[in-house]
């Protein structure tokens, strides 16, 4: 059996906006059970307001659940401690590289969380050269950050994270300030911390393609969990995505007006499936 990493039970997470004289009650996320399994690659759609940032930060107790339990390995924050704990097993890497820079120079940014968890310094020397290693941003290690590309700082925010140890990481949009270039290294990265290190890996985006990518996708609408599935099973539900506001690959599209086979993933599908019909012609 699976273990689990993450364990949603029954989550409500309401913010209280201060208005002149009342506070207004947002419910961002309802009732949401949802599991997270050691090494597991998921991501998490949906359209803008639907939930998924207040999510992820329900992931690594930077929020309590107003109603229902987040555990992390059986952990529930609820003191200060535990919430550290739990921020020892799951990092967070945001959207904006650049708030997520805190020092001047590559390795000692990378350094600064292991510095904080109150390693020595020959621990974290290791530490920080792995992680520059495996994110392949070593070379880089005596630069500016603010002088590297978006792609080079989110890589650079992902091994600071790799060097505190953690055994999951939840990324919040990591891509979305990205150009393709930088938002194909970050999925590369991310693909191998997954693949090669095991790490438990929680991807929030709204682009497709990189859900495609994900051993299980979880679509949100509304604040609360709407379909999930392997990518093919989601993608096969091409009407349904489009009600939850998102847009379905344009490989699963094409192949669903033409007729043809539902939960198709990639080009390549597309192509093969075009060329079936006409006969091998393609
Ligand atoms: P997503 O990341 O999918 O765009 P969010 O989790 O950021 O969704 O937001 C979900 C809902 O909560 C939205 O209606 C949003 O306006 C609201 N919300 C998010 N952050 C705050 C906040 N700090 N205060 C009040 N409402 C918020
Ligand atoms: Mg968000």
Redesign the pocket.
């Known amino acids: 059996m699976s273990e689990k990493i993450i364990e949603f039970k029954n989550v409500t997470f309401v913010y209280e906006a201060e208005e002149e004289d009342s506070v207004e009650k947002i419910p961002a996320v309802k009732d949401v059970s949802l599991t997270i399994n050691k090494g597991e690659f998921v991501a998490v759609l949906g359209h803008?307001g639907s939930g998924?940032?207040t999510l992820?930060k329900l992931c690594n107790a930077i929020y309590e659940p107003t109603e229902g339990t987040v555990e992390v390995k059986g952990i529930v924050a609820d003191t200060e401690e535990k919430a550290d704990e739990i921020r020892r097993i799951v990092g967070m890497v945001f959207?904006n590289p650049d708030n997520q820079i805190v020092a001047t120079i590559v390795e000692d940014d990378v350094a600064f969380g292991p510095e904080n968890l109150g390693i020595e310094p020959a621990e974290i020397r290791r530490r920080v050269d792995d992680a520059l290693k495996s994110v392949n941003m070593y070379d880089f290690r005596h630069r500016e950050p603010h002088k590297l590309s978006g792609g080079q700082k989110q890589r650079v925010a992902i091994a600071g994270v790799i060097a505190m140890q953690t055994e999951c990481i939840v990324l919040?949009?990591p891509t979305a300030m990205l150009d393709p270039m930088g938002r194909d290294e970050v999925m590369q990265t991310v693909k191998r911390l997954n693949e090669e290190m095991g790490i438990t890996v929680v991807l929030?985006t709204h682009f497709m393609d990189e859900a495609v990518q994900a051993d299980r996708v979880v679509v949100m609408d509304d604040g609360k969990i709407v379909m999930q599935g392997k990518p093919r099973e989601v993608f096969s539900q091409v009407e349904k995505l489009r009600a939850c506001g998102l847009d379905v690959p344009q490989s699963t599209e094409l192949c669903h007006v033409l007729g043809l086979k539902e939960g198709i993933l990639d080009v390549d599908e597309c192509v093969s499936e075009i060329s079936k019909v006409l006969g091998g012609a393609v």
């Open positions: 803008n998924k940032s992820a959207q919040d949009e929030i």
